[in-house]
Each structure stands twice: as C-alpha cells, then as structure tokens.
C-alpha cells in the first residue's frame, strides 16, 4: 500500500471514528458554521470581517469536536449533558454571522415589496392601524414579551431537564436548534429593516409608542442586539437585514408547539407570553405581518423536515442518536 492509499485509509477511518461521536445537535452546528465559512471565503474581498468569521468558526468546530471526543473517552454524564447546552452561548454568534453576510451578498432592501404585500392582504399598513390601540401599559407588557424570544426556548428545555425527562430535552433542544439556524440562513432570500424604518420615524418612537419604566431599556437593548450603537446618526443603514421571515413568530410557535406536543409543565405561560410576542412584533413596529405568515410557514415547515432530517443522518450513520448525550 503506498502512502496515498495509507493517507486515505487513516482519514476513512478518522472519518467513521467522528461519526460515531457527533450529534445531529453537532452537525447542525458545524453545518451552518461550515455555510458561513464557505460564503466568507467565496466572497472574501466584500465581506465584512470575513477572517473573523472563518477563525471563529475554526476555534468553535475544533472545541465541539474535542468536547465530543473527550466526553466519549470519560463516559461523564456532566460532559455529555454539557455537550448538550453549549448550543445555548453558540446560537446568537451564528445570528451575528448571518447578519454579516445578508447585506454584503445581497445589498438590496426588499421593504417596499413587504408593504406592498401587506397593503394588498389588509387594504392598509398594519402597524399603523395597531397605533389607534397604543397604552404605555400595553406597550410595557408588549416589550416584556418581546425580549423573552430567546428565554422561551431555554425555559422549556429546563423544565424537560428538572423533570429528568432528558430524551424530550434532547429531542426538543434538537428541532429547536434546527429552526433557529434554518431561519438564519432564510434571512437571505428578501432582506428586509422593518415598519419602524419604512412607515414610520423611528427617532420618534419613544414618544409614539412610550412605555412605563422598563421599555426605553428594553427597547435600547434591542436595538444593540440588532446592530443599533446608541448615538448612530443613520440606524437604517447599519440596522440587522432580519426581517423576512419572521424568526421570532417562527421560532415562538415552534416552541408553542413542541411545548405541547412534548407536555411541558410550562406550555400554558410559554403560549401565553409566545402569542403576545407574536403580536408585539407588528404593534412594537419591528415586522410586517407577511414576515409572521412566511414565519409561521416555515415553523410548520421545520416540524415536518427536522425529523426527517434526523433520521437521515442516523441512516446513513452520520451521527450518533441523541442517546449519546443523556
């Protein structure tokens, strides 16, 4: 056998060896890392902190593999649960990827096609309409609602985990996950800012739609999560193309659904507090209401090809079965 051959056969065998050890959960995550890469590398010379991005995702596919390999050699049941929630930190740095990415490869605003769409379906602007309802009570409750889209998820795998139902935990964490990074990367078909740019003023938000005591906080802390520094004289231009769809309408009632399907204790205020999100996006004025229809699409969207997808990998023995991390 000569040294080509010999090279091959270690790798075939370091590839069989990597299959045994990664998750789905991992494979999604190298997945999207891998996308990003591929497109930072294509379009290296126009985009944004491109080696960024590629040395990030270096340093985090080399950490979830060695967690994984290192969790497979002690057998600790601390490290595989941990191999589990590491998604948690990994899912916001694959947003900001995404957002760095959007505007570069496609620089194009699709607002005017979204408020078309709208104006056909409803005859008038929504978030216009929903101003005529405007309380500083509901908006404080409204905004509450609206920054617990990333606390929602959590709540309910922790509910799985504190009831020792670990296999419900790790089937929702998976889905869950699955959608987030599906949703990202459908962030590049229609970039688009939102009605608080197009429709209406939004230096002058806080006096058209003030709140109680928190909202101008909340509302500060949002804007900074979506590329918005306080004092930027032009938010348009740097605001996060995140519009279409709607990734907090899709993500709300995948959670809604899976809470239910999977009977968590917390499904009655997780629907509660997910539908008034829902409605928080238009009447807050950060999405049209075509951004919650292509959401709520992709939602139903996301449990019919997740599980498939799952079993495909198992299949084709790609990954190992979530059984590895409980």
């Not at 930190?89 to 496609?106: C, K, N, R």
Request: with cysteine; charged share 15%.
């Amino acid at each position: 056998m000569n040294r080509l051959q010999q090279w091959r056969t270690r790798v075939a065998d370091e590839q069989l060896q990597l299959r045994g050890v990664l998750t789905a959960l991992d494979w999604y995550t190298l997945g999207i890392m891998a996308v990003y890469s591929v497109l930072a590398i294509v379009f290296y010379p126009i985009v944004p902190r491109a080696t960024t991005i590629l040395v990030t995702n270096v340093l985090f596919a080399t950490a979830i593999v060695a967690i994984a390999w290192l969790s497979q050699l002690t057998a600790s049941r601390t490290l595989r649960l941990l191999r589990f929630f590491y998604v948690i930190p990994m899912v916001y740095p694959m947003y900001q990827q995404s957002q760095q990415l959007v505007p570069a490869l496609h620089p194009r605003d699709y607002d005017w096609l979204l408020i078309e769409l709208d104006r056909m379906l409803f005859g008038t602007d929504p978030t216009r309409w929903m101003a005529k309802f405007a309380h500083p009570v509901l908006t404080e409750y409204l905004q509450l609602c609206y920054v617990s889209f990333y606390l929602l998820p959590i709540a309910v795998a922790l509910s799985f985990f504190v009831q020792r139902r670990i296999p419900t935990m790790l089937r929702f964490g998976r889905m869950i996950v699955f959608g987030f990074y599906v949703s990202y990367l459908a962030y590049f078909a229609l970039p688009a800012i939102g009605p608080r740019f197009t429709l209406h003023d939004f230096s002058r938000l806080d006096e058209e739609l003030p709140g109680l005591v928190l909202t101008p906080a909340l509302r500060a802390l949002v804007n900074e999560g979506g590329g918005i520094e306080p004092g930027e004289p032009f938010p348009e231009r740097v605001v996060n193309r995140d519009c279409f769809p709607s990734g907090h309408t899709m993500m709300t009632l995948l959670t809604i659904v899976l809470a239910w399907r999977c009977r968590s204790v917390l499904r009655v205020p997780v629907t509660i507090v997910g539908l008034s999100l829902i409605v928080a996006t238009v009447y807050l004025r950060y999405h049209y209401v075509v951004d919650l229809i292509a959401g709520a699409a992709c939602a139903l969207a996301m449990l019919w090809l997740e599980p498939r997808v799952y079993r495909l990998l198992l299949e084709r023995k790609i990954a190992a079965p979530d059984t590895l991390l409980g």
